[in-house]
């Protein structure tokens, strides 16, 4: 391997094996939020020692660290989640960067920059052949594992590989994501949740989760025993189904709000529409739907309280694969309300006053995701499948 910034001496890159380009690859990203150093220790363990971990392996792997700086003081972030900063205008900006000694205007923005780099060039070298990316996390409240996703076909057929919930959708409610990144580049791309950051469990469920990527990949070959061992380590000891889940809704959070949610929430927690789950600002907040909490936030850093999940049924899985590949989603942005973004060929912007007899259902079940919404005027779309 020529290229020193692919190798163990670029202090990012936790792990690397370099094979055959045409080979499947495995590009993992642990620690994108410092306080979530789970995943990093599971990839050290796994990969360490001896040197590659005790795998034959056919194929590319290759381990990156996410913020480096929040890692070291053990912060969610030093100034902007680095999770959510994956946007078309940064991207442009560290790209157009002069000089090594241009200063960034927050750490962020050189943590983003350094991926960046690295993620180019994996792709460039790797990203003809069979690759995918997976994020690894873990979460401030008791859970299970599960994969939070983009709802594309292929992200889909990776993500049910794995006996956990599935959870569709999340971009839409979460702006510059880096899996959503990875999927504007036309790549499959995997959150990954192990469960709370504190749960010495959480390390064997990122191994685990780690090591059924590479057998599914080819990368590894597992045996039925090892397979059902591994995957073992991955279901809900609360009896918490997998499956596909679509997400209700997101209650946000303002710099300032001070929010604090009732404590003895888990992830997937059964609720009923008026349960009262948090308070903000002294006054409570009341569940709008029944259905699951997901992702209570119990800790001080989080640009999101709480989001309500539930299951999705299997005939709208169904019925949303078919019509995906059908003529069907190539009309939609021909009809009245409906123009293309320019210069990005897989964004459209639509008028909800002129375009009114579609909603988000319709949408969803033709592959177009809500990536941006101002109910009165316009709402933003990406086109993955």
């Not at 989640?81 to 946007?87: A, K, S, Y």
């Not at 349960?275 to 009341?286: E, F, M, Q, R, T």
């Not at 009309?331 to 293309?340: D, K």
Request: hydrophobic content about 40%; some cysteine; proline content about 8%.
């Amino acid at each position: 391997m020529s290229d020193p910034l692919l190798t163990t001496d670029n202090p990012r890159i936790l792990f690397a094996h370099h094979g055959d380009p045409q080979l499947p690859t495995l590009v993992i990203i642990a620690g994108i939020h410092g306080n979530e150093p789970a995943s990093v220790m599971a990839m050290e363990s796994l990969f360490g020692s001896p040197p590659g971990g005790d795998f034959t392996l056919q194929g590319n792997v290759l381990v990156l660290k996410g913020n480096n700086q929040a890692l070291k003081r053990k912060l969610r972030y030093i100034e902007k989640d680095l999770n959510r900063i994956w946007t078309a205008d940064n991207l442009h900006l560290v790209r157009m960067k002069k000089s090594e000694q241009e200063s960034f205007s927050y750490p962020e923005l050189e943590e983003l920059a350094a991926l960046d780099r690295l993620i180019t060039t994996i792709i460039a070298r790797y990203g003809r052949g069979r690759i995918l990316f997976a994020d690894l996390h873990t979460t401030s409240s008791e859970s299970c594992a599960f994969l939070p996703f983009n709802d594309t076909l292929v992200n889909r057929a990776v993500a049910k590989q794995f006996p956990v919930p599935l959870i569709l959708g999340i971009e839409e409610y979460l702006e510059g994501p880096l899996m959503s990144h990875i999927n504007d580049l036309g790549l499959p791309a995997l959150g990954f949740e192990a469960g709370r950051h504190e749960d010495p469990g959480s390390i064997r469920r990122h191994q685990a989760f780690v090591k059924l990527c590479m057998n599914y990949l080819g990368i590894i070959r597992l045996s039925p025993t090892d397979i059902a061992s591994e995957e073992g380590h991955l279901k809900s000891k609360q009896d918490i189904r997998p499956g596909f889940y679509e997400i209700l809704c997101r209650y946000p959070l303002r710099p300032e709000q001070q929010f604090e949610m009732k404590p003895g929430f888990f992830n997937f927690n059964p609720i009923q529409k008026g349960l009262v789950l948090a308070s903000s600002d002294g006054k409570p907040v009341i569940s709008p739907y029944k259905g699951m909490v997901f992702l209570p936030l119990y800790q001080q850093m989080g640009q999101e309280g709480f989001f309500i999940v539930r299951p999705v049924s299997r005939i709208w899985l169904w019925l949303s694969e078919v019509l995906r590949k059908t003529f069907l989603p190539e009309i939609l942005p021909l009809l009245p309300g409906i123009s293309r973004k320019a210069p990005q060929a897989n964004r459209y912007v639509v008028n909800p006053r002129i375009a009114r007899f579609l909603n988000k259902e319709i949408f969803h079940v033709l592959g177009f995701q809500i990536v941006r919404k101002d109910p009165a005027t316009h709402w933003e779309l990406v086109k993955r499948d």
